[in-house]
């Protein structure tokens, strides 16, 4: 049996190679080459064109070659019977962490601000803030949340975490359930979102959740691009009742030139690059994953379907 890469960038290749590379007993395909759709068994997706996995009969298995898994249920067409897995490591894991720590300094040492300036030719030093001025929270705190959550602690900040179910971690604060979130929220100052994409969790940075953060407050958002109302986040930042915010994801990516986020002073855009799938640490998980198929063992990493990740 075989695999097909289905994706819409230009990493197919690479995916292609590192496969075969793995595991050259197993044949791997690229959904826009000839190939016999009746003898897939494993599609290899990432944003692939909606209504592709529809054309194989002998599918098994669906698996995501990132973390995200949002954009297979937002294909009406994909098979719904089927197991779906996601990628779990610890390098974008890693990746991630180092991205938002990034970020959060960026902030505290006015150094988004001094950019703007330095185009306008301006010399004007500002107050800078310090870990202490700050608790951060996090949205999720899941395979990516919790390695943030230590990583910020062990520089030296206070963190709190906010989870669907009840979750316990060692020098971190944690909230969970719609019963806790207004808590949570009073008491966090930089505000990052590492929630998944679900149908519950869609435009859940919108007004209502920034009226709960103290004023001033600063919003990370490297999960996806839907869980943002971007009319709400121009208002709050507007009414100055949010200070600013880092933006890695979008609803739409490319961003389209002409969108207001673009020349925003109070917004540092990053082109969705803060954590990205490196095919030598992803692929071995991929290749135990199709040997457990052919085996009919349980497979690792599966999605949750009714959670949607």
Same mark, same amino acid.
């Given at each position: 049996?075989?695999?097909?890469?289905?994706?819409?960038?230009d990493?197919?290749d690479l995916w292609k190679?590192?496969l075969?590379?793995a595991?050259?007993?197993?044949?791997?395909?690229?959904?826009?080459?000839?190939?016999?759709?009746d003898?897939i068994?494993m599609?290899l997706?990432?944003?692939?064109?909606?209504?592709?996995l529809?054309?194989?009969p002998?599918?098994k298995?669906?698996?995501?070659?990132?973390?995200?898994?949002?954009?297979i249920?937002?294909d009406?067409?994909?098979p719904?019977?089927l197991?779906?897995?996601r990628?779990?490591?610890?390098?974008?894991a890693?990746?991630?962490?180092?991205h938002?720590?990034?970020?959060?300094?960026?902030?505290?040492?006015?150094?988004?601000?001094?950019?703007?300036?330095?185009?306008?030719?301006?010399w004007?030093?500002?107050?800078?803030k310090?870990? +202490?001025?700050?608790?951060v929270?996090? *949205?999720?705190l899941g /395979?990516? #949340?919790a390695? $943030?959550? !230590?990583?910020l602690?062990r520089?030296g900040?206070?963190?709190q975490?906010?989870s669907?179910s009840?979750?316990?971690?060692k020098?971190i604060?944690?909230f969970?359930g719609n019963?806790?979130?207004?808590?949570?929220l009073?008491?966090?100052?930089?505000l990052?979102c590492?929630?998944?994409?679900t149908?519950?969790t869609?435009?859940?940075?919108?007004s209502?959740l920034?009226q +709960?953060?103290?004023?001033g407050?600063? *919003?990370?958002?490297? /999960?996806? #691009?839907g869980h $943002?109302? !971007?009319?709400?986040?121009?208002?709050a930042?507007?009414?100055e009742?949010?200070?600013?915010?880092?933006?890695?994801?979008?609803?739409?990516?490319?961003l389209?030139?002409a969108?207001?986020?673009?020349?925003h002073?109070?917004?540092h855009?990053?082109?969705?690059c803060?954590?990205v799938s490196d095919?030598?640490?992803?692929?071995p998980q991929?290749v135990e994953n199709?040997?457990r198929l052919l085996?009919g063992?349980? *497979?690792?990493?599966?999605?949750?379907?009714e959670r949607?990740?």
């Open positions: 049996m075989s695999i097909v890469i289905l994706r819409q960038d990493k197919i190679h590192a075969r590379s595991a050259p007993d197993i044949p791997v395909y690229s959904g826009d080459e000839d190939h016999p759709k003898r068994d599609a997706v990432w944003k692939h064109r909606p209504g592709s529809s054309e194989y002998n599918l298995c669906i698996a995501s070659s990132g973390a995200g898994v949002d954009f249920f937002e009406a067409s994909a719904t019977h197991p779906i897995t990628v779990v490591n610890p390098m974008l890693s990746d991630m962490s180092e938002v720590i990034a970020l959060i300094f960026a902030y505290l040492k006015n150094l988004n601000h001094y950019k703007i300036d330095q185009q306008h030719k301006i004007k030093p500002l107050n800078y310090r870990i +202490k001025d700050f608790t929270g996090i *949205l999720g /395979a990516l #949340g390695v $943030l959550a !230590n990583d602690v520089v900040f206070k963190v975490g906010w669907r009840k979750k316990t971690m020098n604060k944690t969970f019963e806790d979130l207004a808590d949570f009073a008491t966090t100052g930089i990052v590492l929630l998944p994409l149908q519950a869609a435009g859940i940075l919108n209502e920034f +709960k953060l103290p004023k407050a600063y *919003l990370i958002n490297v /999960a996806r #691009g $943002l109302v !971007n009319r709400d986040l121009l208002e930042l507007k009414n009742h949010l200070s600013g915010a880092a933006l890695d994801v979008f609803h739409e990516e490319p389209p030139v969108h207001p986020f673009w020349e002073p109070k917004i855009m990053s082109p969705h803060a954590s095919t030598d640490s992803v692929v991929i199709h040997q085996a063992k349980p *497979l690792n990493n599966l999605v949750h379907i949607g990740y």
